[in-house]
Nanobody, 115 residues
Framework: QVQVVESGGGLVQPGRSLRLSCVASGSVDAITSMAWYRRAPGKEREYLAMITPSGITDYAPSVRGRFTISENGPRYTVSLQMNDLNSDDTAVYYC?????????WGQGTQVTVSS
């Protein structure tokens, strides 16, 4: 089993930046990639970005150039750097460990962009 825990959410003003973190633990050798998603109020879950253990990254067009996913420090500690935030970025952000079987998800961290 793989456990995933996100952190770093909070209230941020428009135009500012925020960095989310995600740590995976347990049977991490089974992880094929780590990904970030978000769910805004009243909307479907949205894919944002992913990174493989070898460092290959992929981004949704909606966040490419503003968000950066990276692996920092201990293996399977993944960050999402979010710049120039606006109200449309208000959502619960989720980290996912992609596995050969069902993916493991964190509990989510709330990001609110408001002045």
């Amino acid at each position: 089993q793989v456990q995933v825990v996100e952190s770093g959410g909070g209230l941020v003003q428009p135009g500012r930046s925020l960095r989310l973190s995600c740590v995976a633990s347990g049977s991490v050798d089974a992880i094929t990639s780590m990904a970030w998603y978000r769910r805004a109020p009243g909307k479907e879950r949205e894919y944002l970005a992913m990174i493989t253990p070898s460092g290959i990254t992929d981004y949704a067009p909606s966040v490419r150039g503003r968000f950066t996913i990276s692996e920092n420090g201990p293996r399977y500690t993944v960050s999402l750097q979010m710049n120039d935030l606006n109200s449309d970025d208000t959502a619960v952000y989720y980290c996912s460990a992609r596995l050969p079987g069902p993916d493991s998800w964190g509990q989510g961290t709330q990001v609110t962009v408001s002045s």
